[in-house]
């Protein structure tokens, strides 16, 4: 059984571990609720642009701008958004393991990209061939600093580098819940067109081929950001509640240690006595 | 009948109503929307959006994007959108200030100087909006 002392050095360890905990957890709940507002605010952006590319789905075709061309075969290129710190429970874990998934189920060749070190790290251990790597973009990503990363996917597919990109991110649904995404980015596919008018209809100002120059990388950007945005709340909310588990175990812990430190000075107490007493008797 | 507007950046929903008319900086010069205008994608210049509602008149400095008509909805997707009452007079002429600067100082590279020439044209629209604003306080009509 361990001694009073070592019992008691243990207890010191682990409240000092809890502190960290709970410190971590309190900066991540600030944070998050930054991030999280900054992820819902851009979500009506991202929701309104895609439904003007809905709109204009039958005058878009290859023909029009060469970000709709569709390739029959090539390399596809994954972009796989994690996040640059660790210790936000098994956000990242299961990000790169669906991530994995679809490199691996797809058949030709395939290329990837990563933003954030913990997906870089855990894909090279799997050795997947990396292309690039892009150090996370901080707590508060503006617009402006994915503006890299646009580019690099929007030249390699302008190039015919790539066949299709497709972005890998856990999206943010609620602090509790977040779920890995493979979404594509090129070419891009217009959804759906449930509006009555006819994208050949609409008016273009100054004209058609002026207005998709400027809207279709725009597209593209917008997706990237929110993809990059999601990641922040994400990884923000599952470091909070990572680190909430990690205090209430370390109070759990002390509870536990607590108690059989007392029962260990019961029993010293204990034998002492006992000690005692047999000494008085021979005497 | 009313028209819906929705003003969206990448930032945030600036605006999200039913309106009477809107009036804003398209790319080839100003475009007044009623309802029932006929669909229209206009890419947007740097300047001010008008929104009348009933009696009221509410205004903003936008800056850049595009906008698409429909018969009952205009959807507004910015680079900016700031509402003319919460611009600060004094930060938007420190950008214009910076801008200027910039220019001046001739940047060869031609990303750079694309880039201070969108500031000050960002700047002045903030500017515009927001002193006519301060000259005539808030707009009421009727």
């Given at each position: 059984m361990a001694s009073q002392r070592d019992i008691r050095r243990r207890i010191g360890a682990v409240r000092n571990i809890k502190q960290i905990t709970r410190a971590m957890q309190f900066v991540a709940a600030s944070k998050l609720k930054r991030a999280q507002d900054a992820t819902l605010a851009s979500r009506p952006y991202r929701d309104m642009v895609d439904e003007v590319i809905a709109d204009l789905a039958a005058v878009l075709d290859a023909e029009t701008h060469p970000l709709l061309a569709r390739r029959e075969a090539g390399t596809r290129l994954f972009v796989v958004i994690t996040t640059?710190?660790?210790?936000?429970?098994p956000l990242n874990t299961n990000t790169v393991r669906f991530a994995l998934k679809e490199i691996l189920d797809h058949e030709g060749p395939v290329r990837v990209v990563t933003v954030g070190r913990k997906g870089r790290d855990a894909l090279r251990r799997a050795r997947v061939p990396l292309e690039a790597h892009f150090a996370g973009f901080g707590d508060r990503p503006a617009f402006a600093d994915v503006t890299p990363l646009t580019r690099l996917v929007t030249d390699d597919f302008l190039a015919a580098t790539y066949a299709r990109i497709d972005l890998v991110y856990p999206t943010f649904v609620s602090t509790l819940v977040q779920r890995p995404v493979l979404e594509q980015v090129l070419p891009i596919l217009p959804a759906a067109d449930t509006d009555g008018i006819p994208g050949n209809q609409f008016i273009f100002e100054p004209n058609p081929a002026t207005v998709l120059r400027q809207l279709l990388p725009r597209y593209v950007a917008t997706r990237v950001y929110q993809a990059v945005l999601e990641t922040t709340a994400s990884e923000m909310s599952s470091k909070m509640v990572a680190m909430k588990n990690a205090t209430e175990n370390a109070e759990e812990l002390i509870e536990d240690l607590t108690l059989s430190y007392n029962k260990v000075r019961q029993a010293n107490i204990t034998r002492e006595m006992i000690e005692i007493a047999s000494g008085a008797q021979v005497r | 009948m009313p028209i819906r507007l929705e003003i969206v950046t990448p930032e945030k929903r600036a605006y999200s109503d039913d309106v009477d008319a809107v009036i804003l900086p398209g790319s080839e010069g100003e475009l007044g929307i009623l309802p029932h205008h006929a669909p229209l994608l206009s890419m947007l210049g740097a300047g001010e959006l008008r929104v009348r509602k009933g009696a009221t008149e509410e205004s903003f400095a936008i800056v850049g994007g595009f906008v698409q008509v429909r018969p009952d909805r205009v959807v507004v997707m910015a680079e900016t959108a700031d509402l003319a009452a919460e611009i600060d007079l004094e930060k938007a002429q420190e950008a214009r200030r910076e801008a200027e600067r910039a220019l001046e100082a001739g940047f060869v590279e031609s990303a750079d100087l694309a880039q201070a020439r969108a500031a000050l044209q960002a700047a002045l629209a903030r500017l515009r909006v927001a002193e006519r604003r301060h000259r005539e306080g808030p707009h009421r009509r009727g």
């Open positions: 640059d710190r660790g210790l936000c429970g | -």
